[in-house]
């Protein structure tokens, strides 16, 4: 897992912690300061009847990286909601990257917004609502 030129965050702790993605080939690039980057290579097995990628791990790599961004500083944060927008489809062996940013926070709610590329092409948007469940824990 590379971690990138920064120091490492909270959700550095938790992606090391996070067997569900690591099982998918998930990298973190970075996370600092409510953004990260993160990277998936499409397998066979994350290839649906129509011979695409299923929507579910472009899914899963926009949460995971929704996740890591709105983690960085320190505080157990969930989703408390998310939606996507596939516009392009991928297949097996394309490299997805998948960039999250924090869009605005109050109080213990936040809104990021991800978009997930192939080779700089852009293959889905994904808007997260967050939730800080824990202040006082890092995640």
């Known amino acids: 897992?590379?971690?990138g030129d920064g120091a490492p965050t909270a959700a550095h702790g938790m992606?090391?912690?996070d067997k569900a993605s690591q099982a998918l080939g998930i990298e973190l690039v970075s996370a600092a300061h409510g953004s990260a980057v993160?990277?998936?290579r499409v397998t066979a097995d994350m290839v649906n009847g129509h011979g695409m990628t299923h929507g579910g791990y472009v899914f899963l790599?926009?949460?995971t990286t929704f996740a890591l961004a709105c983690n960085t500083a320190g505080p157990v944060t969930v989703a408390a909601g998310?939606?996507?927008t596939f516009l392009r489809p991928?297949?097996?062996g394309d490299e997805l990257e998948a960039r999250a940013t924090e869009r605005a926070s109050n109080g213990r709610s936040g809104v990021?917004?991800?978009t997930v590329t192939r080779a700089g092409d852009v293959i889905a948007e994904f808007r997260g609502r967050s939730r800080v469940i824990s202040p006082g824990r890092p995640a």
């Open 1 to 3: 897992m590379a971690r």
């Open 61 to 63: 790599l926009a949460d």
């Open 112 to 114: 990021y917004d991800v």
């Open 90 to 92: 991928t297949a097996e």
């Open 38 to 40: 993160a990277r998936m």
């Open 82 to 84: 998310a939606d996507i």
């Open 15 to 17: 992606f090391d912690r």
